[in-house]
């Protein structure tokens, strides 16, 4: 394979030498079965970080240089991944930071991982052996570790432990798939982006777990009050869309129409055949719910159907099961104790209230219990 190394650079005319460096003489010599190449990533920086990259490729021939203006972190490294995909031929490409706080001796950990089958690869700061820096500050600690628990939280996907990092390996396929949708993100919260899309898409995701080391030299670029608000952001509204346009959104509008069903079953009941509302809410809570089901195992969870009767039937049962126990303790529970805690009064909020819980609840139990995802 051809493997081409990014390092992006603004400002690391004191860090460029020593990383090249150890890439040439101490990393690439252990890769025997694969052609390796450096491309780095400079946007134009002004102590001439290029002109030390020159230098260097009069004595290395496989080096390249990809410069451009400043655009932040994430235009530098889609700048050089296409370059490195379409004029070099890269097969697999990295992404390092060349102010050394990634130990380039990892590399060939990230290649083996790629060599086993995984289709990205990111350095894993936070578990098995990886870590930050000892000497940072309490609140940087802190502000790294809990930042990358929210975002697993936000996304429901713990198997993944470092988003935001910058040190990782991915096969061209994954680039060329998400390129088109990354034009938007071109600062640092570019790392998390391009991961969340990857997931998303079904790459295989690896993880090698490193040290995040101090750095020595020069000065970090990041502006953290800005970079933070950007995580947020970015998670919390993506996890919104993906939840309105994905499995979530079906299940409201399901949920809507069952609703209106569950009505005109009262109305009619009560209307033109004289039923008592109570029992007519039953009839009419009953066909809804039954309703609901087939739409949701339709459409819904459709990719998490299973064919056959018994299953079928089992999981309609666990449907009235789960829904009549979010009903009951849930909904109604909540109505029960803001009415005890602050009166009658305003029991239609609570009513909303309560019915908000209830999606919470129904939502969960359908897609983690009665249609689990077996993959
Ligand atoms: N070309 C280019 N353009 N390179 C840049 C730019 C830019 O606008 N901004 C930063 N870089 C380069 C730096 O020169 C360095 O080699 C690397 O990107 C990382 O930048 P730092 O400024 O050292 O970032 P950090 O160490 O504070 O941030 C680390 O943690 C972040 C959050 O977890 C990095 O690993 C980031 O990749 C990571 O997102
Ligand atoms: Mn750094």
Known sequence: MKIVVIPATYNEKGNIERLITILEEEVFPKIKNHEMYILVADDNSPDGTAIEVKKLMGKWKNIGISSGIRNGLGAAYIRGMTYAVEKLGADVIFEIDADLQHDPHKIPQFIKKIEEGYDMVVGNRYSDGGSIPENWPLLRKIFSIVANIFVRIVFTKFSIHDWTGGYRA???????????????????????????????????????PFHFSDRTMGN???????????????????????LIFG?????????GTGFIINAIFLRM?????????ASANLIGGVVAIFFNYNLNNL?????????GFVSYFLKLIGFYLSSGTGVLFIQTGTILALTQFFGKENYFIYFLIGTFFLLIWNFTMYSKVIWKNKS
């Open 220 to 242: 970090s670029k990041i502006a953290p009050l800005g970079y933070i608000a950007d995580v947020v952001g970015y998670v919390v509204i993506s996890r919104i869309k993906e």
């Open 247 to 255: 499995k979530f959104g079906k299940f409201l509008i399901i949920g």
């Open 299 to 307: 459409w819904t969870f459709k990719d998490r159907q299973s064919s």
């Open 170 to 208: 991915l096969k061209k396929e994954v680039f060329l798939k998400e390129k088109p949708k990354l034009d938007n993100y071109s600062g640092y919260i570019f790392q998390i982006s391009f991961l969340h899309r990857a997931v998303r898409d079904g790459f295989k995701i690896g993880e090698v």
């Open 269 to 277: 009941l009560v209307e033109r055949a004289n039923w008592h509302p």
